[in-house]
């Protein structure tokens, strides 16, 4: 990965966990940028890039904006580095960092084996401000296929005086751009067989940390790459997939011993979906989840027989072995790659480039197309959460590529939650209760991650707060994990204590008509649907004074109804339906307005009149 990429990364990690707020209209600023960035590919396909900065600190908030980070690994290799820290008081030297001074840091995080990268980096700190920062950074990445992105602006609340940007390419590998955010048209002059692009501009807006900003960058991708001797192009996405296609060949070939144990374990299934479900639970259930960046640049998988052996892999390993299993088994299936995870990165069908982090399989039946997260080890064949949900996919095949959407699970079998309750009413308004709550899709999940991986207390904790409305205490419970086809299925029994469920008064007795009101963490998906029947008993002889019967609201993203009724021996029945369907692309403050305004909607009471 590219010096460039890598500092995308790094902008962009930041500019989701600032939490700066500013009330003035002006944005403050805490440093002041000028910088010359120059990348030049070569006819060997390496790039040197050199970057110069010039940066005036002011204020101590602005220290990290000094901060620079060399990674360094098989295809990457820091040249040279060189600070220069100066008052702007005095004009005195304070300090100089060169290469060798940085500190050295491995890059490896708690899951991964092997793992070669590391990172060089310079923090400022210790100086007396305001300050004057030079650096001047060499580096040389031996692939092309990772050009990255250039920013102009490296962090909000920066000033940027001047920022350029120098692109040198040979003609013949060629090199596409996407500018996003940035008035700026480049310049272009040709010698001879190479190309030279220029970008340069001046007085940039400083960016709001507590605003979403659309970040000035101009994105840079090849037309013909190299990595580690395998070459391709990718000026089409089928090209960059004949290039992944190269790297699978014949990596998930099943040794005979194991193909007679996978017949074995699916001689019995009914259709493909259950030989599907087998194997899948196999591999969940006996190999184990490894980060291993080795071979082209950490893209090649592991060939399946390895990962056979050794009983363990990262998702490309894993992937690969589920599809040399399926293959076993005359069901075709296609290594797919993915950005997955919270960001969500969506791939231009006229502007291909690696933008991958995560590989995972694609599944076509004759009615549906199953897609397989081979990391995950608890949930249901086919469903994959927000891990992968509703985001462009390559797709491998076995002579290029293609692009695909994967499922967004906007149905309601994804998205379904229903609650029961049996409460008996106590004289100062407390209650006794017993209740089940049956969860399908996307609630169902957290349930299955409450049963592999807390404890007993972690378990009750959570349902005290998830389960019902404020007020509830569970004291025992069961949760029950399954699942319908793809569809991960959760049940949980449970009985215990809730606090002032009904206010009192000489005469009557007021209780709501729902447990539980709707939070924004149940509509990650924007679609619910919710039911919840509650049965409440009370030792004294009472009568519905004020009540709800059949009310029904159907406004533009939800519809509710409730109704109440009363038997002849003081038993009341409360029912309630509603189902959310709020689009995809709504924004968060007019997805929060929706939900307050179902909260409102559903806020209902029952007034019962004592008897005697």
């Known amino acids: 990965m590219s010096i460039l990429s890598l500092r995308a990364i790094a902008v962009s990690a930041l500019i989701f966990i600032s939490g700066i707020c500013f009330s003035q209209e002006v944005v403050p600023h805490y440093s002041v940028l000028e910088k010359e960035d120059f990348i030049t590919l070569n006819p060997d396909y390496t790039v040197y890039q050199k970057s110069i900065l010039t940066i005036q600190i002011w204020d101590s908030k602005g220290l990290s904006h000094a901060n620079r980070v060399l990674y360094v690994d098989k295809l990457n290799k820091a040249i040279s580095f060189e600070a220069t820290v100066t008052s702007l008081a005095n004009n005195k030297v304070l300090k100089k960092v060169k290469l060798k001074d940085m500190e050295e840091v491995s890059v490896i995080d708690d899951v991964a084996l092997y793992q070669e990268d590391k990172k060089k980096v310079f923090r400022l700190d210790g100086v007396p401000l305001p300050v004057k920062v030079e650096i001047v950074e060499e580096a040389l990445s031996t692939s092309n296929m990772f050009m990255g992105v250039w920013y102009p602006i490296e962090y909000p609340n920066q000033k940027v005086n001047k920022a350029s940007v120098e692109i040198s390419y040979p003609n013949e590998l060629g090199m596409r751009y996407r500018v996003e955010a940035l008035d700026s048209i480049p310049t272009q002059v040709n010698n001879g067989n190479i190309t030279i692009l220029k970008w340069q501009t001046e007085n940039l807006p400083v960016l709001d940390a507590s605003k979403e900003t659309d970040w000035p960058n101009v994105q840079l991708a090849p037309n013909k790459f190299s990595l580690e001797g395998v070459t391709s192009t990718m000026e089409s996405w089928d090209g960059l997939g004949k290039f992944y296609s190269q790297l699978i060949d014949q990596k998930d070939e099943i040794p005979e011993d194991f193909k007679k144990e996978i017949f074995e374990m699916v001689q019995n299934a009914e259709d493909d979906y259950e030989k599907i479900s087998i194997l899948y639970q196999y591999l969940q259930k006996n190999y184990r989840y490894v980060a291993i960046f080795l071979g082209i640049g950490g893209w090649e998988p592991r060939y399946a027989s390895d990962v056979i052996n050794t009983k363990y892999g990262e998702c490309k390993a894993l992937t690969t072995l589920m599809k040399g299993m399926l293959k076993t088994v005359g069901i075709e299936s296609q290594y797919s790659l993915v950005f997955a995870g919270d960001v969500i990165r969506p791939l231009d069908p006229d502007f291909p480039i690696k933008n991958f982090n995560h590989a995972f399989l694609r599944v076509p039946l004759k009615d549906e197309v199953l897609w397989l997260e081979c990391t995950n080890n608890y949930l249901p064949a086919g469903f994959s959460g927000n891990f992968t949900k509703d985001r462009d996919a390559l797709v491998i095949t076995e002579n290029g590529g293609f692009l695909e959407r994967t499922p967004d ?37 957290d349930f299955f991650a409450l049963n592999k991986f807390l404890d007993d207390n972690q378990r009750k904790n959570y349902l005290n707060r998830n389960i019902g409305g404020s007020g509830i205490i569970i004291k025992d419970y069961q949760i029950q994990t399954g699942n319908q086809r793809e569809v991960p299925i959760a049940t949980v029994t449970f009985d215990g204590n809730i606090q002032r469920f009904g206010q009192q008064t000489t005469k009557r007795i007021i209780f709501p008509t729902h447990l539980k009101k709707i939070e924004a963490d149940m509509l990650d998906n924007g679609l619910l649907n ?83």
């Not at 309601?412 to 609650?419: A, D, E, I, P, Q």
């Not at 519905?544 to 609201?553: A, D, H, K, L, T």
Request: no cysteine; hydrophobic share 30%.
């Open 409 to 445: 699970y906007r149905e309601f079998k994804f998205n379904t939650l229903k609650n029961s309750y049996d409460i008996q009413l106590l004289e100062n308004g407390d209650g006794t209760f017993k209740g089940s709550s049956s969860f399908q899709g996307f609630p169902a999940m």
């Open 530 to 612: 919710f039911q919840e029947e509650i049965t409440i008993k009370s030792d004294r002889k009472t009568e519905i004074e004020s009540g709800v019967s059949n009310i029904e609201i159907k406004e533009e993203h939800f519809s509710y109804f409730v109704d109440s009724q009363i038997s002849e021996d003081g038993i009341i029945t409360i029912s309630n339906r509603l189902e959310i369907n709020i689009p995809k692309e709504i924004s968060k403050d007019d997805k929060a307005k929706i939900i307050a305004q179902i909260n409102t909607q559903i806020q209902k009471n029952i007034i019962l009149k004592k008897s005697e």
